[in-house]
């Protein structure tokens, strides 16, 4: 998950010849988040069976750094969209990580709450973690609606062609994760009055991730056609 991310970074810090701006920074740097953020996930999932002080704090370094990690990247990306030119063919869905990137810091978070009695430091801390759970999950709710009014400049005002892209499956993951983050966020901070929200989340999640499956089905149908009508040597 996070090759992508490092092999950007590899490029654009330990290399003489960079990368500009324009075409250096783009939504797959969010990996360094996301992977950072899932080591999280599943340590804190596994603090209550096996407890002990280095894991707890391992989790709470990794929850920070991935925090730190998004910052920087979100800078880039804002140098980039506000002050360089900006095509419609440019955005492509891989910037929807920006938003699932947020989205799994809320669900590792919201996991490192709840397994809070497992150790005395993320207990003392709790208030904190929460405050940076709640920061993380209002900037993803922020993403949406506007990852959604870029996907209209593209397709609507632009008039780009929607045409299936592997790409396309990083716009599934944030919706998703968004979903189950928030109802991890809800048990871990006893926020009842968004009960309704992981339903809807999931069932968006669910027609994305269905459409964008149509849309691989057809894509490789049309493939196989080809290869079937191109005559052989």
């Known amino acids: ?37 899932s080591i999280v996930v599943l340590g804190a999932l596994l603090l ?12 709470l370094a990794f929850f920070c750094l991935g925090i730190v990690l998004y910052l920087i990247v979100m800078t880039m990306v804002f140098l980039r969209w506000t002050f360089a030119r900006l095509s419609p063919g440019e955005e492509d869905p891989p910037t929807w990580i920006a938003a699932g990137a947020v989205a799994i810091t809320v669900l590792a978070g919201s996991n490192l709450l709840l397994a809070r009695t497992a150790d005395p430091r993320l207990d003392r801390l709790a208030s904190v973690i929460e405050l940076f759970v709640v920061l993380a999950w209002a900037t993803a709710t922020f993403w949406f609606p506007l ?3 870029i996907g209209v400049w593209r397709h609507v005002v632009s008039r780009l062609p929607l045409r299936y892209s592997p790409s396309y499956w990083a716009l599934v993951f944030p919706l998703g994760t968004y979903g189950v983050a928030t109802f991890r966020m809800r048990l871990a901070i006893g926020l009842g009055l968004l009960g309704w929200l992981p339903a809807v989340v999931l069932a968006l999640a669910l027609i994305a991730w269905t459409t964008t499956f149509f849309g691989l089905a057809h894509s490789g149908a049309k493939i196989l056609a080809g290869a079937a009508v191109r005559p052989s040597r």
């Open 1 to 37: 998950m996070g090759g992508a991310a490092l092999h950007n970074l590899d490029r654009s810090l330990l290399r003489v010849e960079k990368p500009g701006l324009a075409i250096g920074i783009n939504g797959t740097w969010f990996l360094l988040t996301v992977s950072t953020e």
């Open 147 to 149: 990852m959604a009014a």
């Open 48 to 59: 209550p069976r096996l407890g002990g002080e280095p894991l707890a704090f391992t989790c």
